[in-house]
């Protein structure tokens, strides 16, 4: 993987749980790593849905390899979030496919 082609900053966030003095559980997403990625690709689709035409962002982004990365996890990227979809390895843990969807719009 060439450091040249990693030209986006990327932040891995995971959801960490906690309890309030109530005894309530809180989640919060949490910043795991802020690191370089390639972006692969970009498109929108537009569906139609009961409630009328939606649009869907995906995005598939190249990264050196992170440990532990799951679809429980997130992608932060131009102050956009994204679930991620799948991720694979690229080679033997040299680096990291990761397919997102934009949430929101």
């Known amino acids: 993987m ?4 990693l030209d986006r900053e ?10 309030d003095e109530y005894g309530n559980t809180i989640d919060a997403w949490m910043p795991r790593a ?3 990625a390639q972006l ?13 035409a939606s649009g869907e962002t995906a995005i598939v982004f190249r990264t050196r390899w992170l440990d532990g990365v799951t679809v429980a996890d997130r992608v932060t990227y131009e102050g956009a979030h ?3 979809v799948e991720t694979k390895e690229i080679g033997r843990r040299r680096g990291l496919e990761i397919r997102t969807k934009r949430i929101g719009a």
């Open 82 to 84: 994204h679930n991620i």
């Open 34 to 36: 802020t690191m370089r």
């Open 2 to 5: 060439r450091a040249g082609k």
């Open 10 to 19: 990327i932040t891995i966030e995971g959801v960490s749980t906690a309890i």
């Open 40 to 52: 692969v690709t970009a498109s929108t689709e537009e569906f139609q849905r009961a409630y009328g």
